[in-house]
């Protein structure tokens, strides 16, 4: 087993102070760093010492011997005990729960979001099949804490199992409905969320609060309810391993694994990296970049995706489509340079808007605003290739017009997609809505 | 790329394609659609079809739908929607021929009630512009007495309509006062022709506005019309109301042969919107006799307004100089309460007729509603006053209804940015 390694940044907001020194012997649950300001509470994830702590991270030296008792929190609120166990957006953002869940909402919504978006990824939907009362639990405290009325759970239509599971636990609860989402990308971003349940577009500088609502992420509320029932400290992660590995390209869930693990061990765990693969992918194929073997997980990692060889472009000239939806710029960049096509020219999506933080946010996501003049823009740059980060909606566009054009269309997600047996994301077959019905079949293909 | 409503206006008689690919059920709106700037090179590498396709304002009626799920850059035909406008057609072709036979007349073609509540006009002059307000607005809507002559052209019949009586529905009346003579005195006074500004006054004016540091009053007369100004920022007519009534309605007082010019910088000396600025000679910059313009022979009572560094462009800045310039226009107006005469030396009734029967005629006028210098303030309590004035920005920049007498009457005080060459002054 490699080193555990806790990096100080795993949230939204400034680096954590250690507060443990190098030889200390630390335990499953120890306290070892503190935010300095918007943050959350950093717990060792394993029995073992600290063997070096860097400006970024602590690294710690297992024990051989791991018991699965945990030094437990104190007891509080849940509030308090929520905030004390460190919990974070366990959906990729890592925004610090306590912060988040504290809303006073007036008579609100908890909108939980289970749509697992990202291609391939299974473990947040096994999680509801498995454990759906911890859901509940965990969901009670989070509205009762947000000041919420009702709660909805959203999820897509095609993961039948989990909606039949939840529909039945939630029969007796008359605050908690769920909510059918269709199967295309980007349903889980939050604004989608508030706009499929509650019917409001906010502005992409706008907060779910604007609709009086929080959304938050199905395994972070399971992570709230131990942090209250269980007096467990957040140092696991549910997360989704697959991709060109050893035994085939099925997922490999792993459940709490202890933050700090390196990408090789899981891989190992896993089965192994085949010899020809592309690049491994830390999170999603859309919001996730490439990492290496000796990084290690975080709170909020979700996947680690082993992709397909690159093509060989040769140097062929390039577009890049930049959505707020797939990768950023520097993300396409790299990617095209793993291609090995010479970037010629950039486009942006006409809906792929700036934000003050300098990330771009959709202002309608999931709903084109047409792309045939990007693809004459590319035209006109001498492109032979464009790859694009586009939704599925915008993907479809894309395509109505590139290939006629002569442009031949890459998605960012490709390879990965290719690695995960996921349907490459191009023209778009599937209803943009879903009856709310689950035993009505919309025209919805399997994945 | 999905267009705005504005731009579907403009290419209402252009095909309707889609931009992206929308379901079967959809009620079309403009985001569904491609901009029609880019079809020719579309239908130049073989991507766009248009044959049979409808416009844009066939199918833009809020309730066209689709009947059935079709991909991006597909043409809107018949075939694949329901619930669009034929007659749009129609009515495309009566315009063509109108812009044929006479392509300067700036008619009202028609203004009638359509289906759902609102009243659209359409105006046709080469160029479409169509116009919808909701219903409700419209019921303040009144005709404007001089206006009857501008619409010489109007093709569409008139319907028929008994002819009933006229009605006046409101009556303002002008009282002119000359003025030969402005001058500085111990007091605020007219005496005669002779209007006195108090001394002093500059330094109260001042006190009253947090962010103004200076203030200057010059008398202009024609001889002295080759004198540098800074930015003009409004040119003002004075003017106050009798016996409290309001704007639009009764009595209201001119001073005939005076105006309030207002002018400013910071104090670093940055005019204030810097942004096509007129300082200069005023004779070589002013338009004369041109309305919101200063008329040939007219005195200026030119205020020369300090603000402090950087409120230039900010919003602030330009209000704090108008409200001292009004704080010393105040005092004017009630000199004008007390001193003048009730005999005027002129007078001037305008009325606002109500004839039944008849077109009614809304005038549309677009005025600024950025806040800073770029904003109007409306319905002040006094003519092209401060106190009680709203700004447009804070209004919301929504539709405002105004009886043409209110607006002659000054109910509209611009906080304009440049001279009057380009931008209208109070």
């Known amino acids: 087993m490699d080193k555990i390694q806790m990096l100080l940044r795993q949230h939204v907001g400034a680096p954590c102070a250690p507060v443990v020194k190098v030889g200390d012997k630390v335990k499953k649950g120890t306290l070892i760093a503190e935010p300095t300001g918007l943050g959350a509470n950093i717990f060792a994830s394993v029995y073992g010492t600290v063997e070096e702590i860097t400006e970024d991270r602590i690294i710690i030296n297992p024990d051989e011997e791991q018991s699965d008792e945990y030094v437990k929190i104190k007891k509080g609120t849940p509030l308090e005990m929520i905030k004390e166990a460190g919990v974070v957006g366990m959906g990729g953002a890592g925004f610090p729960t306590a912060v988040k869940i504290n809303a006073n909402l007036d008579h609100g919504y908890i909108l939980v979001n289970a749509a697992e978006c990202e291609p391939g990824l299974k473990h947040n939907i096994m999680q509801i099949e498995k454990e759906p009362e911890k859901l509940i639990a965990g969901l009670k405290y989070v509205m009762e804490i947000a000041g919420a009325d009702k709660a909805i759970i959203a999820i897509k239509k095609k993961n039948r199992k989990a909606v039949e599971i939840l529909d039945e636990i939630i029969k007796n609860e008359p605050a908690i409905e769920r909510h059918l989402l269709p199967d295309i990308y980007p349903m889980g971003e939050e604004r989608a969320v508030v706009r499929e349940c509650l019917g409001i577009e906010l502005e992409p500088s706008q907060l779910p609060s604007a609709a009086n609502a929080v959304v938050i992420n199905s395994e972070t509320v399971c992570r709230c309810a131990e942090a209250v029932d269980e007096q467990k400290p957040s140092f696991s992660k549910n997360l989704t391993v697959r991709g060109q590995i050893n035994g085939g390209h099925e997922p490999h869930v792993f459940w709490d694994v202890p933050v700090g693990t390196s990408v090789n061990d899981l891989i190992e765990m896993a089965g192994g990296l085949q010899e020809q693969y592309g690049e491994i992918i830390m999170g999603g194929a859309f919001t996730g970049k490439a990492t290496t073997l000796d990084a290690p997980i975080c709170k909020n990692t979700g996947a680690l995706l082993v992709t397909m060889p690159f093509m060989d472009l040769k140097g062929a000239k390039m577009g890049i489509l930049v959505c707020a939806c797939g990768g950023n710029l520097e993300r396409m960049q790299d990617i095209v340079k793993k291609y090995n096509a010479t970037e010629t020219c950039v486009c942006y999506c006409k809906q792929a808007q700036e934000q003050k933080n300098g990330t771009r946010k959709c202002e309608r996501p999931g709903n084109c605003p047409g792309q045939v003049k990007n693809n004459m823009d590319f035209k006109k740059a001498g492109c032979e290739y464009i790859i694009i980060g586009n939704c599925s909606d915008c993907s479809n566009t894309v395509m109505a017009s590139g290939p006629k054009m002569g442009l031949k269309v890459f998605h960012q997600t490709d390879h990965a997609c290719r690695a995960v047996d996921h349907a490459l994301y191009r023209t778009l077959r599937v209803s943009k809505s879903v009856d709310q019905d689950l035993n009505v079949v919309d025209n919805v293909e399997a994945e | ?426």
């Not at chain 2, 209000?319 to 010393?328: K, L, Q, T």
């Open chain 2, 1 to 426: 790329m999905s267009i705005t409503a504005e731009t579907a206006k403009q290419h209402a008689n252009d095909p309707a394609v889609l931009c992206c690919r929308a379901e079967e059920g959809t009620v079309l709106e403009p985001a569904n659609f491609e901009d029609p700037a880019i079809f020719p090179d579309l239908i130049d590498s073989g991507l766009l079809n248009i044959d049979g396709a409808l416009t844009l304002g066939q199918v833009l009626n809020g309730k066209t739908k689709l009947t059935k799920t079709v991909d991006s850059l597909t043409a809107i035909t018949p075939a694949i929607a329901e619930g669009f406008d034929a007659a749009e057609v129609a009515e495309e072709e009566v315009v063509e021929e109108v812009a044929e036979a006479a392509p300067v007349a700036a008619a009202p073609v028609a203004a009638a009630p359509a289906a759902a509540g609102t009243i659209k006009l359409h105006i046709g002059e080469g160029k479409d512009i169509d116009i919808e307000i909701p219903a409700g607005l419209g019921g303040g809507a009144v005709a404007v007495p001089v206006a009857e002559a501008a619409a010489p052209a109007a093709v569409a019949a008139a319907p028929a309509a008994e002819v009933a009586e006229e009605k006046v529905v409101r009556e303002l009346t002008r009282k002119h006062y000359n003025i030969t003579e402005v001058k500085r005195g111990p007091e605020t006074k007219i005496e005669g022709t002779v209007l006195y500004i108090r001394e002093g006054i500059e330094e109260e004016a001042v006190a009253s506005q947090d962010l103004v540091t200076s203030m200057k009053i010059e008398i202009i007369t024609p001889e002295l019309y080759h004198t540098y100004s800074e930015t003009v920022m409004d040119i003002q007519p004075i003017a106050t109301k009798e016996d409290e009534c309001p704007l639009g309605e009764g009595y209201t007082r001119v001073l005939d042969g005076v105006v309030t010019v207002v002018t400013g910088t910071t104090d670093e000396g940055i005019q204030i919107a810097e942004f096509g600025s007129s300082e200069g000679y005023l004779d070589e910059n002013m338009q004369w006799n041109r309305p919101g313009a200063v008329d040939k022979g007219e005195t200026m009572i030119k205020y020369f307004v300090t603000i402090k560094n950087g409120k230039n462009m900010e919003r602030p800045g330009p209000i704090a100089a108008h409200s001292a310039v009004d704080f010393v226009t105040a005092e004017i107006r009630n000199a004008m309460k007390k001193d003048l005469p009730e005999t005027a030396d002129s007078e001037q009734v305008l009325k606002q007729v109500r004839r039944p029967g008849k077109k009614k005629i809304v005038i549309v006028k677009e005025i600024m509603g950025q806040g800073a210098m770029h904003d109007n303030f409306l319905f002040p309590s006094e003519p092209v006053g401060v106190l009680g004035a709203r700004p447009n920005v804070d209004l919301g920049n929504v539709p405002v209804c105004a009886s043409p007498l209110e607006v002659m009457d000054g109910c509209i005080h611009a906080l304009t940015c440049i001279g009057p060459a380009s931008k209208e002054m109070s």
